[in-house]
């Protein structure tokens, strides 16, 4: 569940900014002291999709929101190094099949992320020469809802045994590495050009940091509600996912963006790779890297 409710707004002479984030357990190293660290503003929770949709229509300054969003505006920029990636398995974004992947005619897809169905699409079409019709998997649903070939799931559903038999499953931040031997960026501080954001960049890299440093205080809090045991939640924050977009990351994210726009998923120009190299180049001696 998304916490709806948001931290009291800071009295301060200074603009006021509009910050959205996802209360997801992937998300928590990230938003851990944020509230509390912004200078000015608030910090507003909501679903992946509405902080996209949020901040396209200017009603947030900056937002983690799913990559394949970033590319969407010539006015997006990458706010901070702090991002949600995988150099491996995720463990939470999985692609179930009930025929052989080159045979599939149906895709339920999560509607709870458009990054990951994204990346389904493209594996799908680019390996296996595959393009299935769609349908969504509402939130809430589980694989036994829908009739589909294949069936991506992701966040808590990913996480908990299926119950079903498959063919075969794919982790698809696996599959993606075995494939193109780069990590995969799912979401990132995003925010407008034009905004008087440069001050959260290293406000948002610091909470990363305490986050990932406060990784088992983050596991045994929140393990309970997700219906995991915290060695799960602990091994998941620290072994299936990695914060800090470098080198390795901005070229998976080039490469990602090349095989969207092919696949007519993202516009074909997007200078965000660019602003996302000034950024990192600015913050390579100021912010100490995450572990």
């Given at each position: 569940m998304i916490d709806s409710k948001r931290p009291r707004r800071k009295e301060s002479a200074g603009p006021h900014l509009r910050v959205g984030a996802v209360s997801y357990l992937n998300s928590k190293p990230l938003i851990e002291g944020l509230a509390e660290r912004l200078p000015h503003g608030e910090l507003i929770l909501d679903y992946p999709s509405r902080l996209a949709d949020e901040l396209a229509a200017g009603r947030l300054d900056v937002a983690l929101i799913p990559s394949i969003e970033a590319f969407g505006s010539p006015d997006y920029e990458i706010i901070s190094d702090a991002c949600v990636a995988s150099r491996g398995p995720v463990l939470s974004v999985k692609l179930y099949f009930r025929v052989e992947p080159g045979e599939v005619g149906s895709l339920a897809l999560d509607a709870g992320s458009r990054t990951s169905a994204a990346l389904a699409r493209i594996m799908l079409a680019?390996?296996?020469?595959?393009?299935?019709?769609?349908?969504?998997?509402?939130?809430?649903?589980s694989a036994a809802d829908t009739t589909a070939d294949a069936v991506l799931l992701i966040g808590d559903r990913a996480m908990q045994p299926v119950?079903?038999?498959?063919?075969?499953?794919w982790d698809l931040g696996d599959e993606w590495l075995r494939w193109t031997g780069l990590p995969f960026v799912f979401a990132m501080w995003v925010g407008h050009h034009s905004a008087r954001v440069s001050e959260l960049s290293e406000?948002?890299?610091?909470?990363?940091?305490e986050g990932v440093a406060a990784a088992?205080?983050?596991?045994?809090?929140?393990?309970?509600h997700l219906h995991l045991d915290a060695e799960t939640a602990y091994h998941y924050l620290t072994e299936n996912l990695h914060f800090e977009l470098g080198s390795a990351e901005r070229s998976g994210l080039?490469?990602?963006?090349?095989l969207a726009a092919t696949h007519g998923l993202a516009p074909e120009q997007s200078g965000l790779l660019e602003r996302t190299r000034?950024?990192?180049?600015?913050?390579?001696?100021?912010?100490?890297a995450s572990v």
């Open positions: 680019e390996r296996f020469g595959v393009l299935p019709r769609f349908e969504k998997l509402p939130m809430g649903s119950g079903l038999e498959f063919h075969e499953s406000v948002l890299s610091q909470s990363r940091d088992r205080r983050i596991a045994e809090r929140e393990a309970e080039k490469l990602f963006h090349q000034r950024l990192r180049t600015a913050l390579r001696s100021a912010v100490p």
